[in-house]
C-alpha cells in the first residue's frame, strides 16, 4: 500500500483478476495516530461508574472505546482534541492497564497508567474537626475513591451539606450551622449510599464574641499586647487580627482571654480587633484599635523632689493626651497616675516615692502599657524617717532609755513625740538617735504613737504597767458567780484602773486592797470548765510571773435530793 497523508480519504476498489471492471468500491479514511499522556483519576469502585478522563493528542471525532486490563471495554466519548470519558465497568479489584483505541477497538494505544479498582469507597478523615454553630467552615473529607454524581453530599448528623469533589481522595463540604453545641457524625452520601470507614466526628462549639479589649490604642512600630476579654475562645489557639491584613497568633490565657500582639501601622489609623479560631471565621464588632504617635518625655521638673511633702512633679514632653490611660512608672515598678495640663505638660504626684530612695527612673506611657524609657530620673530625699524603737517596750515609772532606729537625722538633737509627750533625743548618727523617757514614763501607760514631731509616719511603743500577777485563790467555784478571787503581785498601787477579766466575760473593776492583794469577783458563767484570768491596766494586760496562765474552774452547784436514813 503507498504511503498517504494522514485525515485523507481514498477509494478502495476490488478488481476482477481476468481484467474485468471492479465490482466492489469503498470509501477508506486514513487518520493521524492518536498519543496518550495519561489518565485522571487513577482509582475508581469495582462497581464502576467511575467517570475517567483520558489526555493526549490528535484526538479527532472518531469511534473510542477504552479497555481495563486488556478485556473490558468501554465507550468513549469525544471531548476535545485532548481528552476522551470513558465510564469505568464493574470489574475485580486490582491495578490494571488502561488503553485507548480512536478507531472502534481495532487498535489500542496504552496509557503507560494502571488504574486500581476497589471494592468500596471510605472516608478516612476530616479537617478541620471542629467549628462554630453559626455553620460556614470549609472541610475537607480524604479517603475515596470519591465521585461525582446528582446524589452526591457530605452528612453532618442528619443534615445533608453540599459536596465538591477536588479529586478522587479529597472532598470539601460546607459545615450547614445547627442550633446547638455540640458533637456529630461525619460522613459521605453517593446515589443514597453512606459510605464506610472511619467514625469521623465534628465538634460544633460557640461562636467566639469579643466584648473589650485593653488598651485600645498603642503605638506605630507595634508590639503593644492587647487582652482580648469575651466567650467561646478556644484554648486549643486562636488568631488576632488588626484590620484586613495583619493576622498574627494569640496567646490564649482562658475560653473568655486572649491576648494579642498589635502590628506595626501609621500613626492616626484605627483598625478594628478581630479573633479567630484557627478553623474558623473572624469575629465582627465595633472594638477598635488606635495607632498614635509614642509620648516623648524631655525633662522632669524638679529634679529632687521630698515625697513627705505632697509636692507634684512636672513631666514636660510632647504627644499627651487626655485619652486612654496615661500613667508614670516609677524606679521600673510603681504605676501612678497623671494629671493631663496640655499635650506637653503632665503632672504626676509624689506619694509611691515614700516607698524608695536615690535616684529613681521616670517613664510615661499613653496607655498603661506601652512605657516610655526616657532616661529621665529624680532624687527622693527624705526628712527624719522612723523604723522601729528599741527595746519595743519599757515599764511605766521612769527610767528607760530607747534608741529610735531610722534615717535622715541630722544636728545634735531631734525632738520625737512619744504620744502626746514630746522627748528631746541625742542624735547618735543619721540613722539612731537615743532618747530618755523617766519624765513621759511616768505620765503613760499603754500604747503609744512614736513619731517625729509634724510628721505623720509613726512606730508603735508600749509602756508596760510595771505590776505583776503572782497567783490567786480561791481558784474554784460556782456557775453563778459571786466568788471573791484574792490576786496576789507587786506594784499595783502604782497602776490605774485595774479590771479583772474571766475567759471572755464583761471586765469587771479591781479593789486595791494594797500594793500586794486586788480583789476581784467572778461574774457569772454560762458553763462549768476553767475560764483564765487576765488583770489589765488602762487595756494592757498586767504582766503574769514566769507568764504562767491563772485558770479559775467554774463548778455546777450540787444539789440534795434526799437524806438516808
Known amino acids: ?27 477508506y479514511m486514513y487518520v493521524a495516530e492518536i498519543g496518550v499522556r495519561g489518565v485522571l483519576p487513577r482509582i475508581g469502585s469495582s462497581s464502576g461508574g467511575t467517570e475517567v478522563t483520558v489526555f493526549g493528542e490528535r484526538f479527532g471525532r472518531g469511534s473510542y472505546v477504552c479497555r481495563f486490563g486488556g478485556k473490558n471495554l468501554a465507550p468513549g466519548e469525544f471531548v476535545s482534541t485532548s481528552s476522551v470519558v470513558c465510564i469505568s465497568p464493574s470489574h475485580p479489584s486490582g491495578e490494571y492497564s488502561l488503553e485507548l483505541s480512536g478507531d472502534g477497538g481495532v487498535s489500542f494505544v496504552d496509557s503507560g497508567e494502571g488504574f486500581e479498582f476497589v471494592e468500596q469507597a471510605l472516608v478516612k478523615s476530616v479537617l478541620p474537626s471542629k467549628g462554630t454553630t453559626v455553620g460556614g467552615t470549609m472541610v475537607t473529607v480524604t479517603g475515596g475513591p470519591f465521585v461525582s454524581t446528582e446524589d452526591s453530599m457530605c452528612m453532618f448528623g442528619a443534615v445533608a451539606a453540599e459536596m465538591i469533589v477536588v479529586n478522587t481522595t479529597h472532598v470539601v ?20 449510599r453512606v459510605l464506610g470507614g472511619e467514625k469521623l466526628a465534628f465538634l460544633y462549639v460557640e461562636s ?7 488598651p485600645s490604642k498603642g503605638r506605630p512600630d507595634g508590639g503593644t499586647v492587647v487582652e482580648v476579654t469575651g466567650s467561646g475562645f478556644d484554648v486549643g489557639g486562636m488568631m488576632c487580627r488588626f484590620g484586613a491584613d495583619h493576622v498574627g497568633e494569640g496567646e490564649v490565657v482562658s475560653s473568655t482571654l486572649v ?66 490611660g496615661l500613667v508614670a512608672r516609677l524606679g521600673g515598678k510603681h ?19 515614700m516607698l524608695m530612695s536615690g535616684n529613681v527612673s521616670v517613664e510615661v506611657s499613653s496607655n498603661g502599657v506601652d512605657f516610655v524609657a526616657s532616661g529621665q530620673s529624680v532624687v527622693v530625699e527624705y526628712g527624719v524617717r522612723l523604723r522601729e524603737v528599741v527595746p519595743s517596750r519599757v515599764p511605766a515609772g521612769g527610767g528607760a532609755h530607747v534608741t529610735v532606729v531610722g534615717w535622715g537625722f541630722e544636728g545634735s538633737s531631734e525632738m520625737l513625740m512619744f504620744g502626746e509627750h514630746g522627748v528631746k533625743c541625742d542624735v547618735e548618727s543619721s540613722g539612731h538617735v537615743v532618747c530618755a523617757l523617766q519624765t513621759v514614763a511616768s505620765a503613760a501607760v499603754g500604747e503609744v504613737e512614736v513619731k517625729v514631731a509634724g510628721e505623720s509616719f509613726s512606730v508603735p511603743f508600749v ?45 469587771s473593776a479591781a479593789t486595791v486592797h494594797s500594793s500586794t492583794l486586788i480583789l ?17 491596766a488602762g487595756s494592757v494586760a498586767v504582766t503574769r510571773t514566769g507568764d504562767v496562765d491563772f485558770g479559775f474552774l467554774y463548778e455546777l452547784p450540787f444539789s440534795i435530793t434526799g437524806i438516808t436514813p
Open 335 to 353: 504605676v501612678e497616675p497623671l494629671h493631663f495640663v496640655s499635650s506637653s505638660v503632665v503632672l504626676c504626684g509624689t506619694g509611691r516615692l
Open 173 to 192: 463540604c460546607e459545615v450547614p450551622p445547627r442550633e446547638e453545641a455540640g458533637e456529630c457524625v461525619v460522613n459521605v452520601r453517593v446515589d443514597g
Open 520 to 536: 476581784c469577783e467572778t461574774p457569772p458563767s454560762s458553763r462549768d470548765g476553767i475560764s483564765h484570768l487576765t488583770v489589765t
Open 463 to 507: 509602756f508596760d504597767v510595771g505590776a505583776t500577777v503572782e497567783g490567786m485563790s480561791p481558784s474554784r467555784g460556782p456557775v453563778h458567780g459571786g466568788t471573791v478571787v484574792s490576786v496576789h503581785g507587786t506594784s499595783f498601787m502604782a497602776a490605774s484602773s485595774l479590771e479583772c477579766l474571766f475567759g471572755d466575760s464583761t471586765p
Open 208 to 214: 467566639a464574641r469579643v466584648d473589650g479589649i485593653v
Open 1 to 27: 500500500m503507498a504511503s498517504v497523508e494522514a485525515a485523507s480519504i481514498v477509494d478502495v476498489a476490488v478488481e476482477d483478476p481476468f481484467g474485468g471492471h471492479p465490482e466492489h468500491i469503498f470509501r
Open 259 to 324: 491576648r494579642c500582639m498589635s502590628a506595626a501601622s501609621h500613626a492616626g489609623n484605627e483598625v478594628s480587633v478581630e479573633v479567630s479560631a484557627a478553623w474558623g471565621e473572624y469575629t465582627r464588632g465595633s472594638h477598635r484599635f488606635l495607632y498614635e504617635d509614642s509620648v516623648i518625655v524631655s525633662r522632669v521638673e524638679p529634679t529632687r523632689v521630698m515625697p513627705s511633702s505632697g509636692a507634684l512633679m512636672s513631666i514636660i514632653g510632647s504627644h499627651f493626651t487626655t485619652q486612654g
